[in-house]
């Protein structure tokens, strides 16, 4: 989605006109019209505010949407913990490089991230994003609860990260507190911290219904 699309959206949705929204957002129609044409990209933090109070929203719900257009439905699809997370991250001032981010390999096989994102005024602060079950090909959840098998998942998911060639400082798996099995998955790894690799991997528990980090770990020294 788009800035643009979702202003337009809401505009007409609410039956509003140009000038109504430029007073409801404290702005002039000029912003309103850049902005529907496409040239703002993202809300300036009173804009968003403004959009917070009109939609009855809190800030992760008004970003998720203008960034993937999504109804804010946890039982919508697979998406929601990741396209949650990224519009956080944006308000904590982090730019979306790629969404999915797809590694080409020999020939035509490719390896698919969730997402690659960059600190804002720190581009060589690089992070890739992905959700918990990326790594679970070799071993299934159920065997990593049943054998406490952390070692194994660290493997597959350095394995499949060291296909990455360029340059990041870091790994973020994400695990979702609403959902026993992650959460329980993620408790795994209270104990463990595995030295001898040159990036961090961290285990980030996030509630994408309230939009917060629960509790994060890296593993990796």
């Not at 499949?160 to 973020?172: H, N, S, T, V």
């Not at 507190?177 to 104990?191: A, G, T």
């Amino acid at each position: 989605m788009s800035f643009a699309t979702y202003m337009k959206g809401l505009r007409t949705n609410k039956s509003e006109s140009q000038v109504n929204m430029a007073k409801i957002l404290e702005i002039s129609v000029t912003a309103i019209k850049l902005i529907e044409n496409g040239d703002t990209k993202f809300p300036s933090g009173k804009v968003l505010k403004k959009l917070c109070e009109y939609t009855d929203s809190s800030p992760i719900d008004v970003m998720t949407g203008i960034m993937f257009g999504d109804e804010n439905d946890p039982e919508k699809d697979d998406t929601y913990l990741i396209h949650r997370f990224l519009a956080y991250m944006h308000l904590e001032g982090w730019n979306i490089e790629s969404y999915p981010y797809i590694i080409p390999l020999m020939g035509t096989a490719t390896r698919t991230f969730d997402a690659k994102i960059t600190k804002k005024r720190a581009n060589k602060n690089v992070q890739v994003i992905c959700s918990y079950d990326r790594f679970l090909v070799r071993l299934s959840m159920d065997e990593v609860l049943e054998y406490k098998n952390t070692i194994g998942y660290i493997s597959d998911a350095v394995a499949l990260i060291l296909a990455i060639m360029e340059p990041f400082k870091g790994l973020i798996i994400l695990f979702d507190p609403n959902d026993e099995k992650q959460k329980e998955m993620f408790d795994l790894f209270d104990e463990n911290i595995y030295c001898h690799v040159d990036f961090n991997i961290d285990m980030v528990l996030f509630d994408p219904v309230n939009g917060k980090i629960i509790s994060t770990k890296r593993v990796t020294k």
